[in-house]
C-alpha cells in the first residue's frame, strides 16, 4: 500500500512557475514509477509526465514538454514536478500517482494521491 500527498499548488500569473512535491507513505517508494497527471473542469484527466524508479527514464505530454520537469529523491520518497512558463491552459488539478512499470496510460496506475490545485491567472 503506497499513501500520495500532493503539495506545492496555488495561484500564479501566466509566465511564472511552480514546484509541485508528492510525499509518498511506506518503504518501497524507491520500486514504483510515479506519474503526474491533470484534470481541468469538464475534462478528463490527462497525462502530464511519468518517471521510472531510478530516475533514469522520464516522459512528458506534448503539451509541458520543454517547461515541466519531473524528478524524484528517493531517499525523501518524494516525486516533483517543476512548471515554468505557466499558462492559463495549465490550470488544473494536478494528481501524483504510484504503479509499478512507467507508464503514461492512467488506468495503469496503481495509487493515486488526493490532488492539488494549480490556477494560473492570465
Known amino acids: 500500500q503506497v499513501q500520495l500527498v500532493e503539495s506545492g499548488g496555488g495561484l500564479v500569473q501566466a509566465g511564472g512557475s511552480l514546484r509541485l512535491s508528492c510525499a509518498a507513505s511506506?518503504?518501497?517508494?524507491?520500486?514504483?514509477?510515479m506519474g503526474w497527471f491533470r484534470q481541468a473542469p469538464g475534462k478528463e484527466r490527462g497525462f502530464v509526465a511519468a518517471?521510472?524508479?531510478?530516475?533514469?527514464?522520464?516522459y512528458y505530454g506534448a503539451s509541458v514538454k520543454g517547461r515541466f520537469t519531473i524528478s524524484r529523491d528517493n531517499a525523501k520518497n518524494t516525486v516533483y514536478l517543476q512548471m515554468n512558463s505557466l499558462k492559463p491552459e495549465d490550470t488544473a488539478v494536478y494528481f501524483c500517482?504510484?504503479?509499478?512499470?512507467?507508464?503514461?496510460?492512467?488506468?495503469?496506475?496503481?495509487?493515486w494521491g488526493q490532488g492539488t490545485q494549480v490556477t494560473v491567472s492570465s
Open positions: 500517482a504510484a504503479t509499478r512499470v512507467v507508464t503514461i496510460r492512467a488506468n495503469e496506475y496503481d495509487y
Open positions: 511506506g518503504r518501497t517508494f524507491s520500486s514504483y514509477a
Open positions: 518517471i521510472n524508479w531510478s530516475g533514469g527514464i522520464t
